[in-house]
């Protein structure tokens, strides 16, 4: 028995530190591995958190600017006031204003008269206008007709102003509240959906005041800018990946192109203010000029996408078609081009997405400035909705925030549709090796 145990192997003392030297470092390491997911997780966590909370913040602040407040008035166009040979340029303003009077007969004074025209837009006379001329056969009679109350009314009835504050305190004075409520009792004031804001340009009055103009401001200015840098950034990323030599002017031209893709975008901008209208006079806040200052500045996002869609083609592909004959220009036309097509719309998209976000630029050619007619072609003047926000942002009107925030979700709409474009093309066409 004796001999037996004596046979057994004895455990070295400098192995077994060492075994638990390493167990322990395991064990730290483990430990390091744990804090460093809960510390990821909480950093996710937090930012869902704000996240969650800048949207909640923008639907809360925008979602009511989706509805308008409109007053019913019974308004006489009585003939004797109406030149059926001038229709256009009747005092219709001053017919809203006899309705508004009639409906309060006993405010008399020149003062309270003011302040009870206040209640309607001032787009009610031109409102009223446009049914007259699509509708002449109302001429001598009374028609009711809703027409928009003013911004500060809107606000009020939508909850944004406390009725109860001093009347100091606020835009309303409390007589205009006291007709406010008459006509909520007579049921002349109601909301309703706002066209306006989906039919209509910019405005000074915030109840006037719509999208329209800049969202086809974008429109004209992505489409253009999508013309001129996808076939340029395409054309120049085959180019450098197929055809180009190796050699230190290619190297110079990659390091410059990916140095572009992270100078900042007001740096287009002043050189798009510099070049295109200083040196080659191009009409100031249009379309054309807003596309090519971002014809600039997505040139190297999409080229760096191209090249890597480029890349992502097998050499097989090259090889084999190679093999039985084609061309190097055959090669890459019918065969490199259309496999890497999916993955250069892709970073097109993605491209264009950061276009249509982009404001710095845009505001050094002028595209910042107040555009009420919407635009016809690329020479026109025109705003984007980036800039439609920062303008509106910058209005000290309470309903102007409002309008902010509703143009804000409306071009989160439009981002997330351009990226979920480019998710879907990527999935739908793209090909793994």
């Not at 001053?94 to 309060?104: C, D, E, H, M, P």
């Not at 890597?308 to 078609?321: D, F, G, H």
């Not at 081009?337 to 002028?366: D, H, K, N, Q, S």
Request: charged share 20%; with cysteine.
């Amino acid at each position: 028995m004796s001999n037996r145990l004596a046979s057994l192997p004895v455990a070295d003392p400098a192995e077994s530190d060492t075994i638990k030297l390493v167990q322990r470092s395991l064990a730290k390491r483990h430990r390091a591995e744990r804090r460093f997911r809960r510390f990821g997780l909480v950093a996710i966590v937090i930012s869902l958190f704000f996240l969650v909370l800048l949207f909640a913040s923008i639907v809360a602040n925008g979602y009511t600017a989706f509805e308008q407040t409109f007053i019913r008035l019974p308004v006489c166009l009585a003939p004797q006031l109406l030149n059926r040979g001038d229709l256009e340029g009747a005092d219709y303003a001053g017919f809203v204003k006899t309705s508004l009077r009639n409906r309060f007969p006993d405010v008399r004074k020149r003062r309270a008269r003011r302040l009870l025209y206040k209640l309607v837009s001032p787009g009610a006379g031109w409102q009223l206008r446009e049914m007259v001329l699509r509708h002449p056969e109302v001429i001598g009679r009374t028609v009711e007709v809703w027409v928009p109350a003013d911004d500060d009314v809107d606000m009020l009835i939508k909850g944004r102003v406390d009725r109860n504050q001093p009347e100091n305190a606020r835009r309303l004075s409390d007589v205009q509240i006291r007709w406010i409520e008459a006509l909520e009792r007579d049921g002349a004031i109601e909301k309703r959906f706002n066209r306006k804001f989906f039919t209509a340009a910019d405005s000074r009055e915030p109840e006037l005041a719509g999208i329209l103009g800049a969202a086809v401001g974008s429109g004209l200015t992505l489409l253009l800018t999508l013309l001129l840098s996808f076939p340029i950034g395409g054309a120049t990323a085959v180019y450098l990946e197929e055809f180009a030599p190796r050699n230190r002017w290619t190297d110079l031209i990659e390091v410059n192109i990916n140095n572009l893709a992270a100078v900042p975008s007001i740096v287009f901008g002043l050189l798009g203010l510099g070049v295109f209208i200083n040196f080659f006079g191009l009409p100031r806040s249009s379309s054309l000029v807003g596309a090519l200052v971002l014809t600039l500045m997505t040139l190297p996002t999409i080229i760096i996408a191209a090249r890597a869609a480029l890349q992502s083609v097998p050499p097989s592909i090259r090889e084999a078609a190679l093999g039985v004959g084609a061309s190097r220009m055959q090669t890459v036309v019918h065969h490199v081009f259309p496999l890497a097509l999916p993955g250069m719309l892709t970073g097109t998209i993605i491209g264009m997405a950061r276009a249509l976000g982009e404001t710095a630029p845009l505001l050094m050619v002028g595209m910042v400035a107040f555009i009420a007619d919407i635009p016809k072609n690329f020479t026109d003047p025109a705003t984007v909705l980036p800039v439609q926000i920062y303008l509106w942002a910058d209005s000290p009107e309470r309903a102007f925030v409002e309008r902010t925030s509703a143009a804000i979700l409306v071009l989160l709409a439009f981002l997330i549709l351009m990226n979920a474009g480019a998710i879907y093309l990527r999935r739908r066409f793209e090909k793994r090796w």
